[in-house]
């Protein structure tokens, strides 16, 4: 079954500190991985994408790595500001098709 | 900015009053898609229209339609609102491949 599993489910961190999320998904065949970012009542604002070839991809302070034999991600957030409260969720497009297989999301929250 | 727009942002019907939500878009992707996402919980795909081919996911219900008049606009119809249809609908487009997939901001649907 194509899955994608997010931990931890919620995280509350202090402003300034780094923090990693988790991503693993069982989706076959893979097409790319997404790390998206929603703000609450928003939309979801894509960070970075990235094929089965790339192993890491930046964005300011956001850096996401895929390690594609495990079927794992992580997104590393440095130095954590309050605006990085938000949910940031994990999406692997199945390869082939038009369809993206979405995380539960991690509900990250900056305090300060 | 090219970008994906959806109006209203908020948008309160009663309960079987017939509603409709729009999107638009300025990237000329070619796939549009609607998802509901209800809180906390991860986008559900209800269908997409690939230029003028309309696909309906098996489990999105009759009271859910879409047309798709141009490449630029997409629209949600809801015929018989119901209590349980209070929800985030999102529109994302994409060209081939699922590339570029771009969300809009989303239209908040209440239901009194």
């Known amino acids: 079954k194509n899955q994608v599993e997010q931990s931890p489910q919620s995280l509350i961190i202090l402003e300034g500190k780094n923090c990693t999320l988790q991503?693993?998904?069982?989706?076959?065949?893979?097409?790319?991985l997404r790390w998206y970012k929603q703000d609450t009542g928003r939309g979801p604002v894509s960070l970075t994408i990235?094929?089965?070839?790339?192993n890491t991809k930046s964005n300011g302070r956001y850096t996401a790595t895929l390690d594609a034999d495990t079927k794992q991600s992580s997104l590393h957030i440095t130095a954590s500001q309050l605006s990085d409260s938000a949910s940031y969720i994990c999406?692997?497009?199945?390869?082939?098709?038009?369809?993206?297989?979405f995380g539960a999301g991690t509900r990250l929250a900056v305090h300060p | 900015d090219a970008m994906v727009i959806q109006n209203p942002r908020y948008q309160v019907t009663q309960f079987g009053k017939p509603v409709t939500l729009s999107c638009s878009q300025t990237?000329?992707?070619?796939?549009m898609y609607w998802y509901q996402q209800k809180s906390s919980q991860a986008p559900k795909l209800l269908f997409h229209?690939?230029?003028?081919?309309?696909?309906n996911e098996a489990d999105t219900p009759d009271n859910f339609q879409s047309r798709r008049p141009n490449t630029s606009f997409c629209f949600l119809d809801i015929r018989s609102p119901g209590l349980g249809d209070a929800a985030m609908y999102l529109c994302?487009?994409?060209?081939?491949?699922?590339?570029?997939?771009?969300f809009g901001s989303g239209t908040r649907l209440t239901v009194v």
């Open positions: 994302a487009t994409s060209n081939q491949g699922a590339e570029g997939y771009t």
């Open positions: 991503c693993n998904y069982t989706v076959s065949p893979f097409s790319n």
């Open positions: 990235m094929t089965f070839s790339e």
């Open positions: 999406v692997v497009t199945l390869g082939g098709y038009n369809k993206l297989i």
């Open positions: 990237l000329n992707h070619n796939v």
């Open positions: 229209y690939y230029d003028k081919d309309f696909n």
